[in-house]
């Protein structure tokens, strides 16, 4: 069992990835954005896609080819309120960055802004760049298809991404209204970290080719890849708890993450080709700022949004329940304690990464807390 009381501090950890990343051939201030959004996810509590993705999702691909370190970031057909991006196959979290930057640009000036985007990676939470426009004082709405592992209603092949869909909105409280979730019942990084943690997958989350469902964790990741088991959509199997909604929503966000921009999309996003051979992944994204100000007055519309959260927590609650939660409040929670203690908590295996990392790349200044 891991030591909750041994926490890495974000500082060194931005700083060590930033570091790792310049050593992988990344120039520095990509390699500064890059780390910046893995760090804010763990700063969140969102671990399934913070630094526990620094070296398999990142490193490991740069490594095959699949990721080219130095980013070209190329607007390839432009309006005053829309662009279409190619990001060449580069870092998916500086592609992400700049095309939200020129979204916001956008919208600053015809009140809404599109960017379209392909040929990126994976970039991180999409909450990061939903979370730039609520700091311009907009609407954000991001979305991204992904590597093929949802399967659709009634199937057990894995067809599309998790394809989230995400919301900002600047409230009058502490914290902005961010919902950020995958179109499946669980993303994929979060079955990756269980197996870490070496517990098993909850039933209802994988099926496999038989349309039952799966708790194997190692197995069922080997198994993703291989397409013999798929990740359940939002609302389970079947129809009589909705899963055509999840399958749904996921399809949209696929169309919209490909068929703007010219894309790549479902099996044509694995990652590799026909012979096994790793290649780039081909993503596609969709960034989109919404000017309140166009609107409506900012404070008024930030006034509205807290009521209607605050009033959503102060509803009725089901029996044995201690409190209801709004999208963005565990996130800003998990913020305030982390913030308070330090940093995070790192389990053995990223532990032993980050030590691996550190001896290859050099980096023998840097020591950590879990070092004894």
């Known amino acids: ?14 700083n060590f990835m930033k570091d790792v990343l310049i050593r992988y051939g990344v120039p520095a201030d990509d390699a500064a954005v890059c780390a910046d959004v893995l760090i804010a996810s763990d700063k969140r509590g969102i671990d399934s896609h913070g630094v526990g993705r620094f070296k398999p999702i990142y490193l490991d691909r740069i490594k095959t080819g ?12 432009e309006t005053p309120a829309t662009a279409v991006v190619d990001g060449h196959n ?65 199937g057990t092949e894995g067809m599309l991404g998790t394809n989230p869909i995400t919301f900002g909105m600047p409230t009058d409280e502490d914290f902005p209204f961010v919902l950020d979730c995958a179109t499946s019942v669980t993303q994929r990084g979060k079955i990756e970290e269980y197996a870490r943690l070496g517990k098993m997958t909850p039933e209802g989350w994988v099926i496999g080719e038989d349309g039952r469902y799966r708790t194997d964790t190692e197995q069922i990741l080997r198994d993703l890849v291989t397409g013999t088991a798929a990740l359940v959509p939002l609302g389970g199997m ?3 708890t909705a899963g055509y909604k999840g399958y749904g929503y996921a399809a949209a966000v696929e169309i919209l993450s490909a068929a703007l921009q010219g894309g790549a999309f479902m099996k044509q996003l694995t990652g590799f080709d026909g012979n096994g051979n790793p290649v780039p992944y ?3 994204h969709f960034f989109i700022a919404i000017s309140i100000e166009a609107f409506t007055d900012p404070a008024a519309f930030r006034q509205t949004a807290g ?10 609650k089901m ?10 409040e565990k996130e800003h929670l998990a913020w305030l304690e982390r913030k308070e203690r330090g940093g995070v908590v790192i ?16 980096l023998n200044r840097y020591r950590f807390p879990f070092e004894s």
């Open 1 to 14: 069992m891991e030591d909750a009381t041994v926490r890495v501090p974000f500082d060194l950890l931005v």
């Open 66 to 77: 699949q990721i080219r370190p130095t980013t070209r970031f190329e607007v390839v057909r």
């Open 90 to 154: 580069g870092m998916g979290q500086v592609i992400a960055k700049e095309s939200m930057r020129l979204a916001v640009d956008k919208a600053a000036n015809t009140g809404m802004g599109m960017v379209a985007v392909r040929n990126s990676n994976h970039y991180g939470i999409a909450g990061y760049y939903a979370l730039m426009a609520v700091e311009a004082d907009m609407v954000g709405l991001v979305g991204t298809n992904a590597r093929p592992s949802i399967a659709p209603t009634f």
């Open 238 to 240: 079947g129809e009589e």
């Open 282 to 284: 081909r993503l596609g």
């Open 307 to 316: 009521d209607i959260l605050r009033g959503l927590r102060a509803s009725r």
């Open 319 to 328: 029996p044995g329940a201690e409190r209801i939660y709004t999208a963005g």
């Open 347 to 362: 389990d053995s295996v990223l532990r032993g990464q980050l030590v691996t990392l550190r001896d290859e790349c050099g």
